[in-house]
């Protein structure tokens, strides 16, 4: 006879990814390149996370992309599978790029719902390309569906109230400011290097009608560390998010704030990702989803995808620095309170 064992379903951290991310490939010299996750995953596998489970994510469905993006947009890209084309400027797509975009915006709904069923405590999903530059018609640097905007709305759809969409690549999501402009379901906050690319992100560009307060801006001139994260998180985000009462937080989690990083001109180091991981873990009372962004440098990127990996797991909890801030961090933090001080308290978190 067959000895059939059962096992207490075990409630853990899933990270969800698969090869087929690697199909896309941009280009020879793109710097959102397969070997991105290839590091990530040898240093998962180099140094086992516990209490951590892989999972091998679904494609989105029309229905799913199609409340972030236009019929006609998604028809395009999905049209164009198998052929490699151009959708924008810096946008190209090779034969395994359409799968790969659909993947990247199932792995973060599943994700999401996973952590809202019940099934999993936490996920992250570990996807290319990358989505919050991409705009309801089009697609944008580096980006062809808005992976984290899809999943927010996903969200939404299962009964969550109020997400919580924070974006800490060092590029301004303009994607999801611009999708989310005008609602209050889903606060949309950033904080990114500005003057820079895409151009939008402006501190005093805080949403519109019913969205009004609920998109926060925070635009760092550069050469800002972990100390100057922390000061942003512990003076402008928490306490909003504290006020907020978020029932899930999504982060646009880009590493091209690292230090290493060749596009941007930040020095945060893998503490300082932890740190902001384990903030916003508390601040999502546990209920967080993570999405793969930018990050350029190979190790910069994989040594802090697995800083956050351990925080999600829970064997990792990393308290902000006390340290110095720059003055320009402390004006940043001004100009985004003038545009925000009449929606919300200024307490400390
Ligand atoms: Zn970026």
Redesign the pocket.
């Known amino acids: 006879m067959r000895r059939v064992h059962y096992y207490a379903a075990s409630v853990t951290t899933r990270l969800y990814t698969s090869d087929l991310f690697l199909g896309h490939r941009p280009g020879p010299s793109h710097p959102e390149r397969p070997e991105r996750l290839e590091s990530i995953h040898a240093v998962l596998q180099r140094a086992p996370v516990a209490n951590v489970t892989q999972v091998a994510p679904r494609p989105a469905t029309r229905a799913e992309l199609t409340r972030v993006h236009t019929a006609q947009y998604v028809e395009r890209v999905l049209q164009s599978a198998g052929t490699p084309c151009e959708l924008d400027p810096d946008t190209s797509t090779s034969a395994g790029s359409v799968e790969a975009a659909l993947l990247a915006a199932g792995a973060t709904v599943q994700a999401v719902q996973d952590v809202l069923s019940g099934a999993a405590e936490n996920g992250f999903a570990l996807v290319r390309p ?1 989505g ?1 530059h991409a705009e309801e018609h089009t697609a944008m ?1 580096f980006c062809l569906f808005n992976n984290a905007a899809v999943a927010a709305e996903a969200a939404l759809a299962r009964g969550a109230q109020r997400v919580l969409l924070l974006d800490w ?3 301004h999501g303009n994607g999801s400011q611009s999708h989310f402009w005008k609602r209050r379901d889903v606060l949309y906050a950033s904080v990114h290097q500005h003057p820079f690319y895409p151009g939008t992100g402006a501190p005093h560009l805080a949403g519109e009608g019913d969205g009004a307060g609920f998109n926060v801006n925070c635009g760092l001139p550069g050469a800002q560390g972990d100390d100057d994260y922390a000061a942003v998180f512990e003076g402008l985000f928490l306490p909003i998010a504290e006020q907020y009462r978020p029932d899930l937080v999504v982060v646009s989690a ?1 590493f ?1 704030p690292h230090r290493s990083d060749p ?2 001109g930040m020095r945060v180091t893998e503490r300082g990702f932890a740190a902001m991981c384990s903030a916003l873990k508390v601040a999502a009372k546990g209920r967080i989803v993570l999405a793969l ?3 350029y440098d190979l190790d910069g990127l994989a040594q802090s995808v697995h800083a956050c990996v351990e925080v999600l797991a829970g064997g990792r909890s990393e308290a902000f620095t006390s340290g110095t801030t720059r003055p320009d961090t402390a004006e940043a933090l001004e100009d985004s309170w003038a545009a925000h001080s009449k929606y919300w308290r200024r307490v400390k978190a």
């Open positions: 990358p919050h640097g690549d060092v590029h880009g091209d596009l941007g962004e930018g990050g």
